[in-house]
């Protein structure tokens, strides 16, 4: 069942920040993906205005710094918001994060337009990223398990095609997501459409005092695999 507190069901009524769900699309096999809310993982405000824009397609990148404790994962954004903000940015760049355990973090307002350090138009880029350096390490099982679900997710929501998954490297001059993430997206993209076959995903909102213990637990010691059965 959908679970909602409170104030994310009135956000989502609101339509703000994460775009939750429709509500009655028929998904009796959908698995639920929790997103920590912002609060709970400690970003700050945005320190400007967002463009708005239309999500088009969904578009992977990696932090581009190796994770190998992933107990350090949420300090990780807090640092990339901080060093983003400090660009001249309002906001993380990015839309999701996901730690190497697979738990999925809310970025910047999904409405809001992404920002880039490198040469094409992020216009309409739905972005998620992969906390690590696909470089010079391979993505684990869970993270891969948590991109395939967020853009299960987003396929559904925006009315995308799963051929629009792509790594930032199609766009740009850049190696993000990395060689070894990179290689992995076909094998994304054919899990992303196992799931919506089986029913497809719902993001739900872990806010307050239950994300701030999550985020807590994240920051103690190993973290359990966020996908569940509803
Ligand atoms: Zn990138």
Aim: charged letters at 25%.
């Amino acid at each position: 069942m959908l679970r909602l507190s409170r104030r994310a069901f009135l956000r989502a009524l609101a339509g703000s920040v994460v775009g939750i769900l429709a509500p009655s699309r028929g998904l009796a096999g959908a698995r639920t993906l929790e997103v920590i809310c912002r609060r709970a993982w400690g970003a700050e405000e945005p320190t400007g205005e967002f463009r708005r824009h239309r999500i088009r397609r969904l578009t992977v990148h990696h932090s581009g710094v190796v994770l190998t404790d992933n107990t350090e994962a949420p300090a990780r954004f807090r640092s990339h918001q901080a060093s983003h903000q400090a660009r001249g940015w309002p906001d993380i760049a990015y839309h999701l994060l996901i730690d190497r355990n697979g738990n999925v973090y809310e970025g910047r307002p999904f409405r809001a337009e992404p920002d880039t350090a490198t040469n094409y138009d992020p216009r309409g880029h739905f972005t998620v990223m992969c906390e690590g350096n696909f470089q010079e390490q391979r993505p684990s099982k869970l993270q891969l398990a948590a991109l395939a679900g967020v853009l299960a997710w987003a396929v559904g929501e925006y009315d995308v095609g799963v051929g629009t998954i792509h790594g930032h490297l199609e766009y740009a001059d850049t190696a993000c997501p990395g060689r070894a993430l990179q290689r992995r997206l076909d094998e994304v993209r054919r899990m992303v459409r196992d799931r919506i076959r089986s029913g497809g995903v719902r993001l739900v909102e872990l806010c307050g005092r239950e994300g701030r213990q999550r985020v807590a637990d994240i920051e103690a010691g190993p973290a359990e695999p966020r996908f569940t059965s509803s």
